[in-house]
Structure formats: structure tokens, C-alpha cells
């Protein structure tokens, strides 16, 4: 099993450098091939960035049912392959519609962590899944450390050379899975394919009726929401309140992916042995209110950087609920219910970085009521909050 498993690690690893790849030449990229100034250029950033989290929420849930129908091997090698000429597409692209059009694409074969969570439910016992769902969330993190430090370090050779780079990663990674991915869906797993269950509303409407499943799903949601608030935020607020450099902003971003890392591949298995999923959930929220709560108010680089071992830990909480999930479901909707968290999840990727930053802007710019760059985080711990109350009041036949 190490060869699959290497395999789904690695996809999910490539899935997460996806987002922050093209982060550091971006700026350039878009100048050179539209031209305009660098406030134009961030314009078009966004709109490809939410472009790809569009995708991915819309296209979650058809990726998780279709590898329900015909199972994960193939799901996942036509990903990566698709994946791989895409990148080439956009390390050749010439106008901004096409960058476009390859963003769209990517965000579609990105949307494969459904189906490697999948996997992992169909490979896992019941007393598994949290560790296991914990090592493709600690797969997860390491993409999003290695992702934002491969762009800015290849993109000193040219604005496409991530690009390149991310192709032969994919490609790489499709010829492991070609020889070493074993199907998992068997004849008795195996769900027919339903666009009713496919579409984002559809799924949710299904899984909705799961006894306490919407609950969970609700918390998830505003979970997501909350915490998003780091890659959000994080810059503009740490300089205007730090004056930290793009060089420390990127450091501090890299310890607390590789913390993250650290905490769900590692101290995850033995938290949950200890006290249970369910109690994990509320520990690990517990540790995200003491940092939203200090990081509000903070006016310290220095004690910014030693709150991030606290805030880490915060890390056991979507592996722990989505272990609690996949247990309360049956064996052939474990691809629904993972494409369905996937569309949460890019969801909130959309729904955050425009709440939080727009309450930034409200509490930094001239019109500030009050001078308040930390406020963001306090919304965070209120979603959070909200989230966690959603979470105690739900039951399902697991917990």
C-alpha cells in the first residue's frame, strides 16, 4: 500500500502548490501579457484566483460522484493528465483569455481531493480515517509552503518557468498512478452516477439527509470561513501593523503551513487515540480563539511569530470533522461526501478573502471608525464561534 499511498499524498501535495504556484510572478505575468499598471494587474489577479475557486466548488461534487461511479483510479489519472497540459498551456499563453481559460481548467483538475479523500475512506477502518484524513491534510500544508516558495524561487528565471515546473510535477505523478493506483471501488461500493447528486445544490440536498450531516456540513463551512482569514489577510496585515517585508510575510507563511504539516501528520493519530474526533474538534477550536482573540489586538512581530505554534494547532480540527462525516455515511457515498466538502471548502475560498478584506479596508482605511487592522480576526472567532455552537448541538450515530 505505500506506492498508492505515495501517489494520493503526492496528488494532493500538486492539488495545494496549484493555489499558491503562480502567486509570486503573477503581477509580472499579467503586465506582460496584457500590459497596464500593477493595480490592473491585481485586478485580473483576482478574478483569475476566484475563477479557480469557482471551479472547484462547482466541480467537487461531479469529481466525487463520478469516481463513486467509476471509480478513483481513473478519475484521478485523467486529472493529472488534463492537469499537466494545462500547465503547459498557461506556460505558453499569450492573452489574458487564455490564462483564463487555463485557470478555469486547473481549478476543475484541482478539484481532486475529493476523490484521493475518498480513497482514503475506502482503504481506512473506521478508527483510521482521522489519521489518515490528518496525512492528506499534512500533504495539503506541505503544498501550500512548497507552492508560493517554488513560484518566487523559479520565477527568477521567467514568468513561465513555474509552469513548466508544475507540468513535469504532474506529469511525473500521473505515470506513479499509471503503474502503482489500484481501484478501490468494488461492484458492491460502486453508486451510479446521478447529476442530481453531481451538482453542488443536488449533493447537498441528498447528504442533507443524513441524520445531523448538514449540521456538520454547516460547521465545516464556517470553519473554513474563519480560518481562511490567514491567506486572506495575512500580508496586509502584517505589514500594515508590522511593517514585515514580502521576505518575513513568506517566512512566517512557511512556518505555520509546515507547523500545520507537523501537527496533522504527526500529532493528530495520537490526539484523537486519546480523547475521540469529536472532542479534537472542540480542543483544536479552542486554540484558534486564543489566537484570533490575541492576533486582533497585537501589536508585536515578535509575539505575531510565537503565537504561530498556538495557531497551528488549531490544524486537528478539518481532519478530526471529516472523519465524524465519513463514518456517519455509507461506503458508496464517501466520493459525494467528499467532492461536497471539497465545494464547501472552495466555497469559503471564495466567500473570505472578499469578507475579510473588506472589513480590513474598513478598519484601516481614512474612514476607519476605529484604527483597527486585527478586526478581521475578530469576525473569524465569531464565525467560528458560531460554527463551533452548530457543532456541539449536532449528533449523527457516530458521536
Known amino acids: 500500500m505505500r506506492l498508492p499511498f505515495l501517489f494520493i499524498l503526492a496528488t494532493v501535495m500538486i492539488d495545494a ?27 485580473w489577479g483576482g478574478v ?7 471551479m472547484q466548488f462547482l466541480f467537487g461534487p461531479v469529481i466525487g460522484s463520478l469516481s463513486d461511479a467509476l471509480g478513483r483510479r481513473p478519475v484521478l489519472l485523467v486529472s493529472l493528465f488534463v492537469m499537466a497540459l494545462d500547465y503547459v498551456v498557461m506556460a505558453l499563453a499569450g492573452s489574458i483569455w487564455l490564462l483564463l481559460a487555463g485557470r478555469i481548467v486547473g481549478g476543475i483538475t484541482a478539484a481532486t481531493h475529493a476523490t484521493a479523500s475518498a480513497y482514503m475512506a475506502d482503504v481506512s477502518r473506521p ?42 510535477l504532474a506529469g511525473l505523478n500521473f505515470v506513479l498512478g499509471l503503474f502503482v493506483m489500484n481501484e478501490t471501488v468494488t461492484a458492491a ?19 442533507g439527509q443524513v441524520p445531523g450531516l448538514k449540521g456538520l456540513l454547516w460547521a465545516y463551512f464556517l470553519y473554513s470561513v474563519a480560518i481562511y482569514v490567514y491567506p486572506a489577510i495575512w500580508a496586509y496585515f502584517s505589514q500594515e501593523r508590522f511593517g514585515w517585508s514580502s521576505r518575513m510575510i513568506g517566512l512566517s507563511l512557511g512556518i505555520f503551513g509546515f507547523l500545520m504539516a507537523v501537527v496533522q501528520g504527526g500529532l493528530l493519530p495520537h490526539i484523537t487515540r486519546r480523547i475521540g474526533e469529536r472532542r479534537t474538534v472542540i480542543w ?11 492576533l486582533a489586538f497585537i501589536a508585536s512581530g515578535t509575539l505575531a511569530l510565537i ?24 461506503d458508496d457515498q464517501q466520493g459525494a461526501l467528499q467532492g461536497v466538502m471539497s465545494a464547501v471548502h472552495a466555497l469559503s475560498m471564495i466567500v473570505s478573502p472578499l469578507l475579510m478584506a473588506s472589513v480590513f479596508a474598513r478598519f484601516t482605511g481614512p474612514q476607519a471608525p476605529i484604527y483597527l487592522p486585527g478586526a478581521p480576526f475578530l469576525v473569524a472567532l465569531a464565525l467560528m464561534a458560531a460554527g463551533l455552537v452548530i457543532f456541539l448541538r449536532t449528533r449523527t450515530a457516530v458521536t
Open 189 to 207: 461500493t460502486r453508486r451510479a452516477f446521478s447529476w442530481a447528486s453531481a451538482n453542488p445544490l443536488g449533493a447537498f440536498r441528498m447528504l
Open 127 to 168: 478508527e483510521q480515517k482521522a489519521a489518515r484524513f490528518g496525512m492528506l491534510g499534512a500533504a495539503f500544508g506541505v503544498g501550500f509552503v512548497l507552492g508560493p516558495l517554488m513560484g518566487g524561487v523559479l520565477g527568477e528565471f521567467g514568468t513561465r518557468a513555474p509552469f513548466w515546473a508544475a507540468a513535469v
Open 17 to 43: 502548490m496549484g493555489i499558491g504556484l503562480i502567486m509570486p510572478i503573477m503581477p509580472d505575468l499579467i503586465v506582460e501579457v496584457k500590459g497596464g499598471t500593477l493595480a490592473d494587474a491585481a485586478l
Open 284 to 294: 483544536g477550536q479552542l486554540f484558534d480563539f486564543v489566537g484570533f482573540g490575541l
Open 307 to 330: 503565537l504561530i505554534p498556538i495557531t497551528a494547532m488549531g490544524a486537528v480540527v478539518p481532519p478530526a470533522l471529516q472523519a465524524i462525516m465519513s463514518r456517519s455515511v455509507a
Open 48 to 54: 483569475l484566483s476566484t475563477a479557480f475557486a469557482a
